[in-house]
Each structure stands twice: as structure tokens, then as C-alpha cells.
């Protein structure tokens, strides 16, 4: 069970462009980003904390799931829904799980957070060593590679023997981003360590404007931690990485290290996209798109900066099951799953043209690249393509 905060109301005379104006005025005003996706409207309070503002048939809801991001930013969602409530002309009405809203006590606001952690601690604790886990992860955007006997958090993996040797205030801070009510240092170290783990590019960090935005943003989160506390420990090596790609003066010399035993960020290895029924594997550095005209997921071989050559691509699409044999058989790692491919030569580049199938659902993968060596690759990632349950009992969140 997430812990939320839900306000919805009928719109009536209003149009949704007019209470989005609200919104992004209301955000130049806070200083919060708002991204407008038409019929989604999204307002950043923190890198996991995030308002979405959805309109459907003549009704507004705009919700919060704050168990991704911890007490803090609950306090601040519920702050700015009661702002938005006030300004508003719309008769919203305004729903707490915490139930946060009607005692006004941050103690047992934070009680309440280490409940819903202690429950997670506790099934983690109860489960096959083998069991993978996923706390206050927004599954919905990508899937981490797992690791043995570890859980993935927002602050990076956690391992088995940490959640048994601490208590849910002490797991609290190594799971939540936002834990005080102020944006004190932890809180800028936090969401740099968040960012740098989810979004992280390192050596890709100028591949496009979002992840070079997204790297100045964690080196200007860092700085502002060690500004307010000189004592706080930064993870100099991949700070360091990322100042010199960026072509950053340093700011940050002296800090305390960070444990840097295992390399931070989750893009550094395999992930997975939720692509309707599917798991597409990928590298994490890649840079994703999707085509909504032919409803296709596609990845793009990361590159060290825009005007850089493309060596290959991937093209994901769901189509109707083609009985038509490949010439070549795949060995597929994920059960109840088929898979065959056929290679074609291009002038200037090759094409490993692939079918997935699980009962009567297939998935095409077309694999577009321009070096032989680059088959593997391709190989290698179609092999770790999965199916979709419906139940999904890795995501803890």
C-alpha cells in the first residue's frame, strides 16, 4: 500500500488550459518546475517527488505519491494541494492516507513512513534469499538491474543485511530522499545521490540537452549540500566524473567520501523498459524515444555528444503473430518465450530482424546497426527480454 495524497474536483466552466495556467504560474511563483503534457500536467517539488495533474471527462485529480520520496516531501505535496485548493475555483475535495492532514503533527507523519517501511522490511526480511525488491521505485519509468541479495531504493542498492540490522528510522535515511520538513544539505545531497543513481549518463552526459541538463543539476545539488554542510559526504569520484565531462571548475575539494566500493548509478548496466506486455532490455546509457504514430519503443546507442555519429538502433513494436520461420533460432532467457531473427544487409548498414513470442502476443525487434561486432550486442539484448506478468511482485512501493 503506497502512501498518497489524492485532491480531485469537477472542472465545470473551467477549461483544463486555464487551471494548467494556474498551475504553471503557481510553479514560477514556488520555483517548481511544471512540464504540461496536455491531458498531464506534472509539477516537480523534488526528483521523486512529483504532483501529477491528470484531466478525464470534465474532472481534475492531481495526486502524490509520497512514499517514493518520504515525509518531507509529503509535508511540502500537501502544502502546495492546500495552496492550490484556496486559489482555486474549483471545489476540490482533498484525501491523506497519512491522515497528515487532519492532525498536523510531522512526528507522526514520520511514524507513519516508518510503519509503511517497516512493513516493506518486514517481507524483505520474510522472503527467499533470491526474492528481488523494489522500495519507493516508480517502476513505471525503467527497471534496474538486479543484484543478488540487495534491494533497489532511490539512494541506490541496499543489501539484505542492512534492512536486517536497522530499524525502519534508521533505513528511513538511506531509503527517502526527504525526510525533514526544510531542504536542509541532506535533502540537496539526497536528490543529487537520486538523480545521479536513476539518470546518471557520466561519460553520456552531453548526449542531449535532458541528460546535460540533468548532470549540471546533480553537480549544482552536490555543491549546494557541501555550501550548507561542509561536513556532508559527497561521492567525490563520480562528482568529479561529471564536472570533467561537463567541462565544470570543481567547486567541491575536501568533501567526506561517500562509500564508493560499487560504482553509483544504475545506468551503468543493463535496464529494463515496461513496454505494454513486455520488458525490453537495454544498455542504460542509451537514449530512449517512443513513437506514438506506430506505437514503437526505440533505443538509440548512447554517444558522447550531439553531432556524434549513431553506430546502431533499436526499434521495438507489438504486432500480430507471423507464422513465417526465421532462419535462426533464439535461446530466450525468460520462461514461456520464443524467439527467432533473420539478418539482412543494407549498402551502408545491417538489420537483425527478430520476432519474440509468448502464446499468441509477438513483439518484432529490429536491430539497425553498422559494425559487425555490434550482433552480439544485439543477441545479447534480445535474449534478455522478458513478458509481463500480470502480477508484479518485485515492486515494493
Not at 484531466?55 to 502544502?79: D, M, N, P
Not at 555543491?223 to 561537463?246: F, G, N, R, T
Request: glycine share 4%; proline share 4%.
Amino acid at each position: 500500500m503506497e502512501i498518497e495524497l489524492l485532491m480531485e474536483g469537477a472542472l465545470g466552466k473551467l477549461e483544463p488550459e486555464s487551471f494548467t495556467k494556474q498551475l504553471r504560474e503557481l510553479g514560477e511563483k514556488e520555483q517548481i518546475k511544471v512540464e504540461d503534457y496536455g491531458d498531464l500536467v506534472q509539477l516537480h517539488l523534488c526528483p521523486n517527488g512529483i504532483i501529477a495533474c491528470v484531466y478525464e471527462k470534465g474532472f481534475v485529480s492531481l495526486t502524490a505519491t509520497t512514499s517514493y520520496a518520504g515525509a518531507g516531501f509529503h509535508h511540502a505535496a500537501l502544502r502546495l494541494m492546500q495552496k492550490i485548493q484556496e486559489e482555486s475555483e474549483i471545489d476540490f475535495s482533498l484525501q491523506d492516507s497519512s491522515n497528515y492532514l487532519t492532525h498536523q503533527d510531522f512526528e507522526l507523519l514520520e511514524a507513519h513512513f516508518y510503519e509503511w517501511l517497516e512493513e516493506m522490511r518486514e517481507q524483505i526480511i520474510g522472503a527467499a534469499f533470491d526474492a528481488q525488491f523494489m522500495i519507493a521505485w516508480d517502476h513505471q519509468s525503467y527497471e534496474p538491474q538486479p543484484k543478488e541479495a540487495h534491494v533497489i531504493t532511490p539512494l541506490g542498492y541496499l543489501s539484505y543485511d542492512e534492512i536486517a540490522m536497522n530499524e525502519a528510522p534508521e533505513l528511513a535515511q538511506r531509503v527517502f530522499v526527504w525526510n525533514q520538513i526544510e531542504k536542509d544539505a541532506s535533502f540537496y545531497r539526497n536528490t543529487a545521490l537520486a538523480l545521479l543513481w536513476k539518470e546518471g549518463y557520466f561519460t553520456y552526459a552531453n548526449m542531449n540537452e535532458t541528460t546535460k541538463q540533468i548532470a549540471h543539476e546533480i553537480v549544482d545539488r552536490f555543491e549546494i549540500a557541501y555550501e550548507k554542510d561542509a561536513q556532508i559526504a559527497i561521492p567525490m569520484h563520480a562528482y568529479s566524473e561529471l564536472c570533467q565531462v561537463l567541462g565544470r571548475t570543481p567547486q567541491i575539494r575536501l568533501a567526506h567520501k561517500l562509500d564508493e566500493t560499487t560504482a553509483f548509478g544504475y545506468r551503468r548496466h543493463h535496464v529494463y523498459y515496461p513496454f505494454h506486455n513486455w520488458r525490453i532490455a537495454a544498455i542504460g546509457t542509451c537514449e530512449k524515444q517512443e513513437d506514438a504514430f506506430s506505437d514503437a519503443l526505440i533505443l538509440i546507442g548512447p554517444y558522447e555528444s550531439e553531432n556524434a555519429p549513431w553506430s546502431w538502433m533499436m526499434k521495438a513494436t507489438p504486432v500480430p503473430l507471423r507464422k513465417a520461420a526465421y532462419e535462426h533460432a533464439l535461446v530466450m532467457d525468460g520462461e514461456g518465450l520464443q524467439g527467432s531473427y533473420r539478418l539482412i544487409k543494407e549498402v551502408d548498414h545491417q538489420v537483425l530482424d527478430a520476432q519474440i513470442v509468448h502464446d499468441e502476443e509477438a513483439l518484432q525487434v529490429q536491430f539497425i546497426y553498422q559494425e559487425a561486432a555490434l550482433l552480439e550486442t544485439a543477441l545479447a539484448l534480445l535474449k534478455k527480454m522478458t513478458y509481463i506478468k500480470e502480477e508484479t511482485p518485485k515492486t515494493q512501493a
